[in-house]
């Protein structure tokens, strides 16, 4: 058995690690699962001891998740070309650098607005207002940061070329975008690092990757989603009830 | 001018970084930022990180901004011994995968509690309502059992046989609740004794030397109204 990933495109680190494999033409058996149906609370569907959440890579007996970890081990071992994580010191620290950042604002801060739309509603709850209009205040100075201090005047958010960081950014900004945020909107730089990375990674494997997302809302909306289990549903309420 | 670090041992982060430098014999100029007089807002500081926040390192025109990437640089650039960042692809995944998680997951809890539970009361003289800080201690203990099952389990430390970054991170984030007076080693046996193991790797002296600001945190006088004005909104977030 070759390396596994196990993945919902419905996450956005899942995203990130999917369309880094694909691109790079690393073999994998995709075992996909579905968290609204709580898969990943479902010792069937995922690897024992790992810890109910997505990405997992198992490769061999060796697991691992999280997606930093795993792009890194995947562009290691299977020798991407060397601006995804490059082997100069400093130019690999700004990739570092962004990710920490990242985790502090990015992540999470752009899945809300899913949350609100289709998520919350999904179990019959409403997003109060007051934490939405935080969320879109926190959006907006993260996208503001986004562009100042990490794109500037480049291509991509640490370099000249393509990195990690910048997969794993489009990924979550691509949760909120998908569900009709305009993220891009007066916003004319990021909009063109936005095209840039997708021209770089190619309009199939974008459409393939975010077709997930891309049809969330509609899927909500003709009751096609499921029914989440009652222990998806308390843990749901858990997560919105994080909302700052 | 040599390696400068931009640290205030109040942090978590900054905690590690300097363990790090100092154990590894790392020369460095400390530039110490008092993050509670707003130090970290100065215009000469946002020239050495934009985002001001610490810690942060300057090495000749080269500016580095957050502690993994800090923690890594630092490791790599001054060839510091294998263990604390292995070369091995497993054993370093191993490393990246605990770095990873404790962002989000025990930083935001450790933060939250000792604020909570000492700060806020103690120097910003704010009321936290006992459901609050309930369900952050809840929560903290949570990471905590994750962190025993999932990372430590039967290892002598977090991502093998010997010490890495990840236990620099580990011991440093769990040091802010201990020191807002959380018993998070009280009834946890296996995490006691691999802070033992940690405190002995790194050294005692070394040890009681980072986390000498933090420990005496719970005396600090009330902070003067000019503070509290200053501050309060900054840590809102925090009351959640």
């Known amino acids: 058995m070759g390396l596994e990933l196990y993945l919902d495109l419905l996450s956005q680190p899942s995203r990130a690690v999917y369309i880094f494999a694909k691109k790079n033409g690393i073999p994998f058996q995709l075992r996909a699962l579905d968290l609204l149906k709580g898969h990943h609370l479902n010792p069937e569907f995922l690897p024992a001891n790992s810890l109910q959440r997505v990405p997992v890579l198992k490769d061999g007996d060796f697991l691992l998740t999280e997606s930093v970890a795993i792009l890194i081990y995947l562009s290691i071992k299977y020798q991407t070309a060397d601006h995804w994580y490059p082997s100069d010191l400093q130019a690999r620290m700004r990739i570092h650098e962004y990710l920490g950042w990242h985790g502090d604002c990015i992540r999470s801060t752009f899945g809300v607005s899913l949350w609100a739309q289709v998520l919350a509603p999904l179990i019959g709850i409403q997003v109060p207002e007051e934490k939405l209009k935080r969320n879109r205040a926190a959006m907006d100075r993260a996208l503001q940061c986004l562009e100042d201090k990490f794109l500037g005047d480049k291509a991509f958010l640490t370099g000249q070329q393509v990195t990690l960081a910048d997969i794993m950014a489009l990924e979550e900004l691509m949760q909120a975008v998908a569900i009709g945020c305009d993220l891009f909107e007066g916003r004319p730089r990021l909009a063109a690092w936005r095209q840039r990375v997708e021209a770089f990674l190619g309009a199939d494997l974008c459409r393939e990757t975010h077709s997930v997302i891309w049809s969330i809302r509609e899927l909500a909306a003709n009751k096609k989603l499921p029914d989440p289990p009652p222990e998806m549903r308390s843990r749901m309420l858990l997560r919105i009830a994080r909302i700052p | 001018m040599g390696l400068e670090l ?67 640089y630092l490791s790599r650039k001054y060839e510091t011994p294998d263990h604390w960042y292995p070369q091995d692809l497993q054993a370093r995944a191993c490393v990246d995968e605990y770095l990873a998680w404790q962002h989000t997951a025990l930083r935001s809890a450790c933060t939250r509690a000792m604020w909570q539970k000492m700060m806020f009361p103690v120097y910003l003289g704010v009321l936290v309502p006992p459901e609050t800080l309930a369900s952050t201690l809840a929560e903290l203990d949570k990471c905590l059992q994750l962190l025993e099952d999932k990372f430590l389990k039967d290892k002598d430390f977090l991502a093998g046989p010997h010490i890495s970054v990840a236990d620099l991170v580990a011991i440093t984030e769990l040091m802010h609740p201990v020191s807002a007076g959380c018993p998070v080693f009280k009834n946890r046996p296996k995490l006691a004794a691999w802070r033992q193991r940690v405190e002995a790797a790194i050294g005692e002296d070394l040890f009681q030397e980072a986390h000498k600001t933090i420990l005496k945190a719970k005396d600090l006088p009330p902070a003067d109204p000019a503070v509290k004005e200053r501050l309060k909104p900054l840590v809102q977030v925090l009351l959640h």
């Open chain 2, 6 to 72: 931009y640290l205030d041992l109040l942090s978590q982060p900054c905690r590690a970084v300097y363990i790090f430098a100092k154990k590894n014999r790392i020369p460095f100029e400390l530039r110490t930022v008092d993050l509670l007089k707003g130090q970290h807002f100065s215009d000469a500081f946002a020239q050495v990180n934009p985002l001001r926040k610490v810690p942060a390192l300057k090495d000749g025109d080269f500016t580095l901004a957050e502690s993994v990437a800090i923690l890594l």
